[in-house]
């Protein structure tokens, strides 16, 4: 793995720490559907996205 996959790498790692973490500290007084669901579903792009500029260059 090379230097620069490590750090999306850890992007992503602190993307799903927030996953975890958001909907129990920040968003816990948010009971409608743009509270977690929608934060999860952001999260989620954002990752798909970022796997997307990982893997672009895989096998050339």
Not at 3 to 20: D, Q, S, T
Not at 34 to 58: E, K, P, Q
Request: zero cysteines.
């Amino acid at each position: 793995m090379k230097a620069n996959e490590w750090k999306w790498a850890l992007a992503i790692l602190v993307i799903i720490l927030l996953a975890y973490i958001l909907p129990y500290t920040i968003l816990t007084e948010v009971a409608n559907w743009y509270g977690s669901l929608l934060i999860w579903i952001v999260l989620t792009l954002i990752v798909i996205i970022m796997n997307y500029f990982i893997s672009r260059n895989w096998g050339k």
